[in-house]
């Protein structure tokens, strides 16, 4: 069975501050590990994803991701925050042999000017 | 350009009638699922195809129905059996089964009932 947890509903950071949504996992496999955006009224956009190789993801808009196997976390980051970054974040999870990901709550980023 | 069209943007549903939200990928995906977002629920599965004339419920699947006669067409009927349909639908759709492939969103359908 596969999961996913993102433990935060809401993250606030002031402008030009680095930032971190959490999330982590459990699989019975390998992970494959993915994180969205979602603007309001709007899809998913894919950020950036997981697969194997270099544990620091670089993504979309300067976000990056850190996979910590044995933490079994996704934390996303950036290193200055913007308030156009506000928005809904998603971090998902696939089983190595999953068809269908499971997705988490969603993590609500509010960046204050 | 190519991509995922969700249509119509915002529907509104009367009681007792069944509505259709369509969903048309040009990406050449094999897969394609739908998703019901309500607020602080996240995504639930409703349906899944994996190819044409082949599809799976998920989660949530009761009140709903789908067909999958065209690679680039899932389109999704609300029935009335779904007593509360009001939600924020998403169709999304993969190429392949590989579990690391990246799954690709449409701009979402909002529906109402009234």
């Known amino acids: 069975a596969q999961s996913v947890a993102q433990p935060e509903d809401q993250v606030n950071v002031a402008e030009g501050n680095p930032l971190t949504v959490k999330c982590t996992y459990s699989?019975?496999?390998?992970?494959?590990l993915f994180w969205y955006v979602q603007y309001p009224n709007r899809g998913l956009q894919f950020l950036l994803k997981y697969i194997t190789g270099d544990n620091l993801v670089k993504g979309s808009y300067g976000f990056e991701a850190e996979f910590n196997k044995s933490q079994t976390s996704f934390h996303l980051k950036k290193p200055s925050a913007l308030v156009s970054d506000s928005a809904l974040y998603f971090c998902?999870?696939?089983?190595?042999?999953?068809?269908?990901?499971?997705f988490g709550r969603g993590t609500s980023l509010i960046v204050h000017p | 350009d190519g991509g995922i069209t969700q249509s119509p943007k915002y529907l509104f549903r009367k009681e007792g009638q069944n509505v259709t939200l369509s969903c048309e990928q040009n990406l050449n995906h094999d897969a394609m699922y739908w998703y019901r977002q309500d607020p602080g629920q996240g995504l639930r599965l409703i349906y899944y195809?994996?190819?044409?004339?082949?599809?799976q419920k998920g989660d949530i699947a009761e009140g709903y129905s789908v067909s999958r006669e065209k690679k680039e067409s899932f389109p999704l009927t609300v029935t009335s059996a779904q007593k509360n349909p009001t939600a924020f639908y998403l169709c999304?759709?993969?190429?392949?089964?590989?579990?690391?492939?990246?799954?690709?969103f449409g701009e979402g359908s909002w529906l109402t009932v009234v």
């Open positions: 699989v019975s496999g390998n992970p494959y």
């Open positions: 998902a999870v696939r089983d190595e042999g999953s068809y269908i990901p499971t």
């Open positions: 195809s994996q190819i044409v004339n082949d599809f």
């Open positions: 999304a759709s993969t190429t392949g089964a590989y579990s690391g492939n990246t799954i690709y």
